[in-house]
């Protein structure tokens, strides 16, 4: 009987998690790890835990978002925290008030975690500056995301073993991606070779200084790789026109039953949500036995659980 | 550092453990072992195995992390940063008797934790305290039913159980 120690001697001294660029492979290990420990607590009867009763945590989303937004509602009530919902539209930044103005107003009211989203890169990174409270990124303009980052590598790692050697294509909106970069840096970091894939247009200006390959033809790279990230054309941040017609992307960058004939058998299916069904991907294969989607949503929950309590870790510490 | 119980004597102790368990325990109730991470884990596992072989019949066993129930958590003179390991229970504690094991029970906090994690699983019928080493120190008001060595040790020593799954040998030493 082998007892199972992973990360041990390890140190978590965040308090903020503002972006996966700057985390070592042994910080990101180190999450994937704890969030293992938090994934029973959503299959249990009492489906609670105790480790941030009595703290407050304000989701401050100044972009729309509902997945991410309950993800992390979920995780914080699950740790017994307290949640204030925050949205652009029903408070008073629509009368003009700033970001650090609202954050310390909600920092007034004595909160101890602030997920935020926001549409300027760096956002999170500001408001770590300026406050005392936790900060943690649910994504900021095009430059991360990275719980979604986490639970893809997360998702990968449970079911492949480990990313070592994996590759990745990432599939899509490339430019408008802050998944695509989060999910480069975490997973290039563990190990994997990460591909991004889509026409010339919807590829970032620098992409060649990142640590990736580039490919623009979907049918060019399917047979090689492991595992598979379809991103959403984001419409609302497109801006001209990358491509001739949304058929036109369909037919060469949608990931169809057709092409997954081609893929190997066991690759990984992924998006990040939410899915527009028969453009990047067909619904045979959303839904299909490749598919694990909604495993990324429940991982997701398991893991942003391991981020509150760690950055909530690193603050008690520090006091 | 002085050695106050060998292999054999664990062996020892480990084996009145499981006869006063087996005594105690009326044979149409259900029993399950659970230990607490990570010496607990091991003597649970030992544990189990011996009353299965005893009762001929599988007694099971699991692992419970309770990291998350620490009443220390949010503490800054915290020394150590716990790592969230995982709970691995893999039947219904609901309605059985749960022989809870531990390495050495001294504040008592350790078990508050555990109880605290185990309720939160199920319901069961009843918990039972099993213990290798018994350390003076309470804090908490809690005591072991089934209690193996005890040590008198004064606050400032650390009584550590060496196992050989998890350390390469058997001892408990006081350092």
């Known amino acids: ?139 900021d303009g095009f430059c991360e995301h990275p719980t979604q980052g986490l639970l893809d590598t997360y998702t990968i790692r449970k079911i492949k073993g480990s990313l070592e050697g994996l590759k990745i294509a990432i599939v899509g909106d490339i430019a408008h991606s802050r998944v695509a970069r989060s999910d480069m840096w975490a997973m290039t970091k563990l190990g994997a070779e990460v591909i991004f894939v889509g026409p010339p247009t919807l590829m970032p200006p620098q992409v060649r200084q990142l640590p990736v390959k580039v490919s623009y033809s979907l049918d060019e790279v399917i047979e090689k790789v492991d595992v598979i990230n379809m991103l959403r054309i984001q419409f609302e941040r497109l801006g001209g026109n990358p491509f001739p017609s949304i058929r036109e992307y369909s037919h060469y960058f949608g990931l169809t039953v057709e092409r997954m004939k081609r893929a190997k058998s066991d690759i990984l299916v992924m998006h990040p949500g939410p899915i527009n069904r028969g453009l990047e991907i067909e619904s045979e294969v959303a839904d299909g036995r490749n598919s694990v989607i909604l495993e990324q949503v429940t991982n997701g929950l398991a893991v942003r659980m391991a981020v509150m309590f760690l950055v909530n870790q690193a603050a008690a510490q520090q006091k | 550092m002085k050695v106050i119980l060998d292999s054999g004597q664990i062996e020892q102790v480990l084996n009145e453990l499981r006869d006063r368990i087996l005594s105690e325990t009326p044979v149409e109730l259900d029993i399950a072992v659970i230990g607490i991470r990570s010496r607990g884990e091991v003597l649970a596992q030992r544990l189990s195995g011996q009353l299965s072989q005893k009762l001929g019949k599988d007694v099971p066993c699991g692992t419970l992390d309770i990291t998350l129930y620490r009443d220390d958590l949010n503490s800054p003179n915290s020394t150590t940063q716990p790592l969230v390991r995982t709970t691995e229970i893999g039947f219904n504690v609901d309605d059985k008797i749960i022989i809870l094991v531990d390495d050495v029970l001294y504040t008592g906090r350790s078990a508050r934790a555990a109880m605290d994690a185990l309720i939160d699983l199920g319901r069961p019928k009843a918990i039972r305290l099993a213990v290798l080493v018994d350390r003076a120190g309470r804090e908490f008001p809690i005591q072991a039913d089934y209690a193996g060595y005890k040590a008198d040790t004064s606050p400032g020593k650390l009584v550590q159980v060496n196992l050989v799954e998890s350390d390469g040998k058997d001892e408990v030493v006081i350092e």
């Open chain 1, 1 to 139: 009987m082998a007892l199972k120690r992973k990360s041990k001697q390890f140190k978590w001294h965040r308090k903020h998690l503002l972006g996966l660029r700057e985390l070592s492979a042994e910080e990101i290990t180190y999450i994937l790890d704890t969030a293992e420990g938090f994934e029973q607590i959503s299959t249990r009867s009492v489906k609670k835990a105790p480790p941030l009763r009595g703290k407050v945590v304000v989701n401050l989303f100044f972009e729309d978002s509902t997945r991410t937004r309950n993800s992390f509602a979920l995780a914080a009530n699950r740790l017994s925290a307290d949640i204030i919902e925050f949205t652009k539209k029903t408070s008073s930044v629509s009368k003009g008030e700033s970001l650090l103005d609202t954050a310390r107003n909600l920092e007034a009211l004595g909160i101890d975690i602030v997920v935020v989203r926001h549409n300027a890169g760096g956002a999170p990174k500001f408001l770590s500056r300026n406050i005392n409270a936790c900060v943690v990124n649910a994504g």
